[in-house]
């Protein structure tokens, strides 16, 4: 089975997750849950952090050019003012990137499951039909589930950048068939 799959019956964890963030899913399951599938993010494809960080670089670039041409109006203020919005970028994507760092996910048997290691906080849906209302998919066979919360079909969260995308949806379409 690929990584991130595990039976039921052995509840074997993936290899990924440390020990600690195997102890914090079993510990989030309720009564009567059974976990079949836990995984991570993945990092983020060069490509993704190339067009973002060759954004930033411009972004930059510009900041210091307008910043300098000011500085022959307004003196100091523009260094003052363009330096720290020219740095937001790499800022940002930092933070983006270290929230997706402590992140887990799981399919149980009753739901879908958002859990961020370290934070008390557990975000979840119940299981039901046609809970999955799209998928991206990516040469690698990673990609994002989106999930819908109600019958509106209104998107509500998704699993990013997770291994073997079509096994999850799979997986996850099989559980709330009856349901």
Known sequence: ??????????????????????????????????????????????????????????WLALSLCMAWALAHIMGLAAWVLMLPVSLLCFVLDYFMRRRTRHMVYMVTNHRVVWLVLHQPQVHSLALRQNMVSGTVMRASGRG??????????????????????????SLINDLSAGR
């Open 144 to 169: 994002d589930i989106i999930f819908n919360a109600d019958a509106s079909g209104d998107a509500v969260d998704s699993f990013y950048n997770i291994p073997h995308v079509r096994k999850v949806v």
């Open 1 to 58: 089975m690929p990584a991130g799959f595990f039976n039921d019956k052995r509840m074997k964890m993936p290899e990924t997750l440390s020990v600690a963030a195997q102890e914090r899913l079993l510990h989030e399951l309720r009564p009567g849950e059974e976990l079949h599938w836990a995984g991570r993010p993945g990092k983020a494809e060069l490509r993704h952090k190339a067009l973002t960080y060759a954004f930033a670089v411009a």
